[in-house]
Each structure stands twice: as C-alpha cells, then as structure tokens.
C-alpha cells in the first residue's frame, strides 16, 4: 500500500486499536495539527463523524494544492436516512464532496447491506476488525490469554459461554445482556454470561444483581491479552446493539474471524453483514431460555473454517483503500 499519513483526533474506544493498526500493519504515520493541510502524502480521516466539518475543511483546502484526502463513514446508514435536520446538512455537503477529484469517502459498511450509502461515498471497506486477527495477536502475550481463558472456563463449569466484549454501555446493549441472564433460572443454569470491559452508564443495581447471579464482570479497560481470550473462550459473542447503534461492529468482526456464533438484533447491520459473509446468525430471544435453546440447536455453535472470510476481507478492503489513495490495484 501507498505510504500515506492519517488522523484521529483521540484514542478512546476503538481508535487507539484503529491507530496502532494503521501504524504497524498499514504503513501509516499519524498526523495532527497544521500538518493536516501541509503533508504531501495522501491524507486518510480514520473516522469522519469523529471530526465531520475538520475533514470537509481539510479536504477542500487540500484539493487546491491536488493532494487526496480520504475518510472512513461509520455511520453511513443514518445519513441517507436523513431523520434530522443535522442529518440532512451531512447528507447534502457528502453529495458535494463525491462529485470533487481528490476527495474520496469510503464507507465501512458494505454497499450490499445498505445500498444508498453509495450516494454518499465512493467505495466501501470492511471495518479494519473484520481482518486484524493476525495483528492482534501478534500484540498478546500466549501465558496471559491461556490463563484468562482458564478462568473463565473454569467459572463456567461446563456451561456453554457468553461474551459481551469491550466497552459496555446501553448502545452496546448491556442493559438488554444483563436482563437477559436475570430473566430465567435456566438460562443461568444453560450458560455463562461473560462481560470484559468498562462499564458505563449502567445501573449499579442491575449490575451487582448479575455479579451475584453469577455473571462474570471485568469492569475494566482490558488488555489485548485478555480481549483475544474472551473470544477463544466464548461459543457465542453479544453484538445484539441498541437500535440507535447500528453501525458496523468490530466485536462482530472479530467474532466472526474466531469462529463464534452472534447472537443480533434482527434487522440490524450486524445481522445482515453476519449472514452475507457467513450465513448464520443468533437472534435475540424474545421468549425465554427455551426459544433461545432452540433456536441455538437450530443454528448450532461450532463454526465452519473461516480462512475464505478472511482473504476475502482483506483483499477487498486493502484493494479498496490502495484506490482511494491513488496506488494501483492489487
């Protein structure tokens, strides 16, 4: 890939992973500052909604001196939709910026799950998630992950394993997680709900009733040792989002790299991204623990071989990205 420079405003949440892999594994250097309008290089915005009108300025002010500017759209879906005012002012200033040579906006959601983000962007990617199984891994130490997963395995006692992974809040739906594990006595009896990351934003009622039902709470920033254990630990991975989250999802990516079966809120991005590359999903119950027991013999847990998935991730997405920043096709 083209050597280029990038920029992310802060690192909370995923953007610090996001910067790390640009960095290590893509070749990027990070900029911040004037040095936004005076690289040379081509100039990648790693999340547009994280700064929207700084990279409209950058962007055009860029294209005077014929320098490429490119951004990632995370939340491509909400802006074709058009539900606000906010919305529709996005709408109308990204129909301008396609229309303009040296700027190119690429969604991280496939234009085959919502097609109309193609009037608002160039070409789409997966999210960097979705093919950075390697890379994390090459971050972990092997005696932390097997230890974390021995914990958890061993607090599950033969019971099939939850996860919710990552910063955990009510977008991520962890109120729903919650509630779901204190509903029935069997499905605490069926399964192991697993939490590993902080959490926000939560009643602290409900949170200590699902450490004393038994839930298993890391209520901490965790360490990339610990992230890949939760997903070799786990059969099944929460990405049952709230609907006003419905984006793309790098646990969802993740999850899908390792194997494991996700249970999602029908309708969303993550089902139809989930059932487009691998074709089975878990929907969240709405019954009880028998629906959800049924429905998961129905689907089953173990997961085919993946290797296809993730050449297949990769090579689009690197191909798309090497376009955007004016290097050949790969």
Same mark, same amino acid.
């Given at each position: 890939m %083209?050597? +280029?420079?990038?920029?992310?405003?802060?690192?909370?949440?995923?953007?610090? !992973?996001?910067?790390?892999? @640009?960095? #290590?594994?893509?070749?990027?250097?990070?900029?911040?500052?004037?040095?936004?309008?005076?690289?040379?290089?081509?100039?990648?915005?790693?999340?547009?909604?994280?700064?929207?009108?700084?990279?409209?300025?950058?962007?055009?002010?860029? %294209?005077? +001196?014929?320098?490429?500017?490119?951004?990632?759209?995370?939340?491509?879906? !909400?802006?074709?939709?058009? @539900?606000? #005012?906010?919305?529709?002012v996005k709408y109308c200033i990204m129909r301008i910026l396609k229309r303009i040579n040296n700027i190119r906006s690429i969604s991280i959601v496939p234009f085959f799950v919502c097609p109309k983000i193609e009037n608002i962007c160039d070409d789409w990617i997966y999210d960097f998630q979705f093919w950075d199984k390697s890379f994390l891994e090459s971050l972990t130490h092997k005696e932390e992950v097997d230890k974390t997963v021995e914990l958890i395995k061993n607090k599950a006692c033969g019971r099939k394993i939850i996860c919710a992974i990552g910063k955990q809040d009510k977008d991520k739906g962890f109120d729903e997680f919650v509630r779901l594990y204190l509903s029935s006595e069997e499905i605490r009896e069926e399964f192991l709900f697993v939490s590993g990351g902080k959490v926000g934003g939560i009643d602290e009622v409900l949170i200590k009733d699902f450490e004393s039902s038994g839930g298993l709470l890391i209520n901490r920033r965790i360490s990339d040792s610990e992230l890949v254990a939760l997903y070799q630990g786990a059969e099944i991975v929460w990405v049952c989002y709230s609907p006003e989250y419905d984006q793309s999802s790098g646990v969802l990516g993740r999850a899908l790299q390792y194997q494991k079966l996700v249970i999602v809120r029908q309708g969303s991005i993550a089902e139809n991204l989930a059932l487009r590359t691998v074709g089975r999903v878990l929907l969240l119950p709405q019954k009880g623990c028998r629906e959800f027991v049924v429905s998961l013999d129905k689907v089953g847990i173990k997961g085919a071989s993946q290797s296809g998935f993730l050449n297949e991730t990769r090579v689009v997405s690197v191909n798309s990205l090497s376009v955007a920043l004016a290097e050949g096709r790969v």
């Open positions: %083209v050597k +280029f420079d990038f920029y992310s405003m802060s690192e909370s949440g995923h953007r610090l !992973e996001y910067i790390k892999f @640009s960095e #290590l594994e893509l070749g990027g250097t990070r900029v911040l500052g004037w040095d936004l309008l005076k690289t040379k290089r081509p100039l990648l915005f790693l999340m547009v909604e994280e700064s929207f009108f700084l990279y409209v300025f950058v962007a055009l002010i860029r %294209v005077l +001196f014929r320098r490429r500017t490119v951004g990632l759209i995370f939340r491509g879906r !909400e802006c074709v939709q058009r @539900s606000s #005012l906010r919305l529709k």
